[in-house]
């Protein structure tokens, strides 16, 4: 399956689970309009992202929990990646000193990124400013897709009472751990 097909999948749960984020979601951008502002070297995975999705449209009466295309977080629009990354540089971190693209945003300052060098497909690294220094989370774009649909299979992220997305963190450190297995490298 391509990261394309598990990108779709991916949308799909969430309308098939009635996530306040489905009707909202943006479609992606061409891979035009994305080279104009990630470059001509965006590796394809990049690309793919953000050819699946370009962001949320934002609604009168909209939470940030209606924005969720997992528990805490949602994509980020491309025209917000140059702001994003001027609002994290970190000069001590070797995972931001080269290539990285934000991917997933919450409401404070907390990231998903790609991060790679010229050499390296892209790995996801979390930026938790206020709590760590950035670190891998996943080796590849596509291991943190299958982790998400995995975690909508095994009903590790659900819809809680106010039909939020929610996790259930026992069922979402099993998924991790069968797909991942321990945590990443820190090095790209």
């Not at 949602?74 to 995972?95: F, N, Q, T, Y």
């Not at 990285?100 to 790679?116: E, F, H, K, M």
């Not at 590790?156 to 321990?182: M, P, T």
């Amino acid at each position: 399956m391509t990261l394309t097909d598990q990108l779709a999948q991916w949308r799909d749960w969430l309308v098939r689970l009635g996530a306040p984020v489905a009707p909202v979601l943006k479609p992606g951008r061409s891979r035009a309009e994305i080279e104009a502002v990630l470059g001509a070297a965006t590796p394809r995975t990049v690309l793919e992202w953000f050819q699946w999705c370009d962001g949320v449209d934002y609604a009168p009466g909209q939470t940030i929990g209606d924005c969720w295309t997992i528990p805490g977080f949602w994509p980020v629009e491309l025209r917000d990646v140059a702001g994003i990354k001027a609002a994290h540089h970190d000069e001590d971190s070797s995972l931001l000193a080269g290539n990285w693209v934000p991917l997933l945003q919450n409401g404070s300052s907390d990231l998903y990124a790609a991060a790679w060098s010229d050499s390296s497909e892209p790995v996801v690294v979390t930026i938790m400013p206020e709590f760590a220094p950035p670190s891998v989370e996943f080796h590849s774009v596509e291991q943190m897709v299958a982790v998400v649909n995995e975690c909508f299979t095994r009903s590790a992220y659900h819809l809680d009472a106010e039909r939020q997305l929610d996790v259930d963190d026992e069922l979402y450190d099993e998924v991790y751990a069968a797909i991942v297995g321990s945590r990443p490298v820190e090095e790209i």
